[in-house]
């Protein structure tokens, strides 16, 4: 009786980095263990201007991403087994998907493709100094204000000038939030664009970083009544389920080896997402989520 082959065991560990910029993705930054960079390649991506409005889309940078890493293996002659982790950063862009994930449009073109609102895009700015008006002592964690680029003046505007697509987006998500979404299927939120664009009280979360109920531990990052003053309460509902899942700060999560192998769909641990303007932060990598990346090279990519 024929034995099963037992899968060659990759001879080395390289570790893939995505990084999606306003122009391009440059993804399939590949590094050995040594830090040394193997290969490269970019891919464009597409942007929609008509006057403060600044768009994207979710498909078209994903696209991008997968041609990117696909071409920089090639190019640095990587398979699929010898990568040993995945790492995400990108702009602080919005995006708006439905319960499916399928896109929400977010222009006033009605264009589905267009579901989010990029980094630069200043639509926001009557939303921003609504916000800023109010007392609320959130502002104090943002350096006095908020920006019309941060996303809560975002989703004012949203709700303001786009009804349908409000009520429609089943998630809001900063745009490294989502690519470690798509890629895995886990929709735990980073830290680090919670608290730099959203308002979360990342001080409060760490005070309760041993807590066991992880919904009690999101709801003191949060201050419900700024929502509420600002026009957004609505956002509360559902424990905040569409704005936040409950944020991991330094968890594992081992990936299984079972699943591992040439002759099957490569899994790959996938660290926490960052906004690139924060990746040069030293030690950033220390506080990394890593969740079990579900489509590979042999098809995700």
């Avoid at 998907?97 to 589905?112: I, N, Q, R, Y």
Wanted: aromatic content about 6%.
């Amino acid at each position: 009786m024929a034995t099963a082959a037992v899968p060659a065991v990759p001879t080395r560990s390289v570790l893939l980095g995505v990084d999606v910029g306003t122009g391009s993705a440059r993804a399939g930054r590949l590094f050995d263990e040594d830090g040394k960079l193997l290969g490269s390649a970019s891919s464009s991506i597409q942007i929609w201007k008509d006057g403060d409005c600044i768009e994207q889309s979710s498909t078209d940078i994903w696209l991008a991403i997968c041609a990117a890493v696909k071409a920089a293996c090639s190019l640095a002659n990587v398979a699929g087994e010898e990568v040993a982790g995945l790492g995400f950063a990108a702009t602080c862009s919005l995006v708006a998907v439905d319960a499916d994930g399928s896109p929400v449009t977010v222009s006033l073109s009605g264009d589905s493709r267009r579901n989010i609102i990029v980094w630069m895009d200043h639509r926001a700015v009557k939303q921003a100094e609504k916000i800023n008006s109010s007392s609320s002592p959130v502002l104090q964690y943002c350096g006095g204000s908020l920006s019309p680029e941060m996303q809560p003046p975002k989703l004012l505007w949203v709700k303001e000038n786009l009804k349908e697509s409000w009520t429609m987006a089943f998630r809001w998500m900063d745009l490294s939030d989502w690519l470690a979404y798509r890629a895995t299927g886990d929709d735990t939120r980073s830290l680090c664009t919670t608290v730099c664009k959203w308002t979360y009280l990342g001080h409060a979360h760490m005070q309760q970083v041993d807590e066991k109920d992880s919904r009690n531990m999101e709801a003191c990052g949060w201050d419900d009544d700024f929502w509420e003053e600002i026009g957004l309460g609505d956002l509360i509902d559902g424990h905040h389920a569409k704005i936040v899942i409950p944020i991991r700060v330094t968890q594992l999560v081992r990936v299984n080896a079972e699943k591992c192998g040439p002759s099957k769909r490569h899994m790959i641990p996938v660290s926490n997402p960052t906004t690139d303007d924060i990746l040069n932060l030293p030690g950033v990598g220390c506080c990394m989520v890593v969740s079990t990346l579900r489509f590979g090279f042999h098809g995700g990519f």
